[in-house]
């Protein structure tokens, strides 16, 4: 029989042992969590309650929003939670279903980055340029 380990769980590294900076994280994640959550729910809520905003600049300004609601919901949660009950453990299947979702997030966010850019880029097309038939 062949020596196999099987790595089920990942110690996730923080702070130096000797310094306890549990509470000053599990009160400075969740603040800018809070914080970053009523941005965006606000941004989402402006371009949708306005009609002038209905554009696709603003439609795909709100999808960032959202976009970035759901990044950072990905992390910092867990993050709290490791950090007031001290658990040092990730499993392997959480950690690659994280990072999954960071790397998609982060795709997505770039696409759509670049959608505004070519949006922007692009000249419109203007009555004058236009032939009627």
Same mark, same amino acid.
Request: hydrophobic share 50%.
């Given at each position: 029989?062949?020596? /196999? ?5 990942? %110690? %996730? ?10 509470? %000053? =994280? $599990?009160? #400075? @994640?969740? +603040?800018? =969590? ?5 941005? *965006? ?10 009609? *002038?905003?209905?554009?696709? +600049?603003?439609? #795909? ?9 759901? $990044?950072? &919901? ?8 490791? &950090? ?15 990072? @999954?979702? #960071?790397? @998609? !997030?982060?795709?997505?966010?770039? %696409?759509?980055?670049?959608?505004? /850019?070519?949006? !922007?880029?692009?000249? &419109? ?7 009627? &038939?």
């Amino acid at each position: 029989m062949a020596n /196999a380990t099987m790595v089920t769980e990942f %110690l %996730l590294l923080g702070s130096p042992e000797g310094w306890d900076l549990s509470f %000053l =994280y $599990f009160t #400075v @994640f969740p +603040m800018t =969590y809070l914080g970053t959550l009523l941005g *965006n729910l606000l941004i989402v809520t402006v371009t949708t309650g306005d009609l *002038n905003l209905h554009t696709p +600049m603003y439609l #795909v300004l709100r999808n960032l929003s959202v976009l970035d609601m759901g $990044f950072i &919901s990905i992390t910092v949660p867990n993050a709290c939670v490791n &950090s007031l009950t001290g658990n040092r453990a990730i499993s392997v299947a959480g950690c690659a279903t994280q990072i @999954f979702l #960071v790397i @998609f !997030c982060a795709y997505v966010e770039m %696409l759509f980055l670049t959608i505004m /850019a070519w949006d !922007c880029y692009l000249p &419109s097309a203007s009555p004058s340029s236009t032939r009627s &038939s």
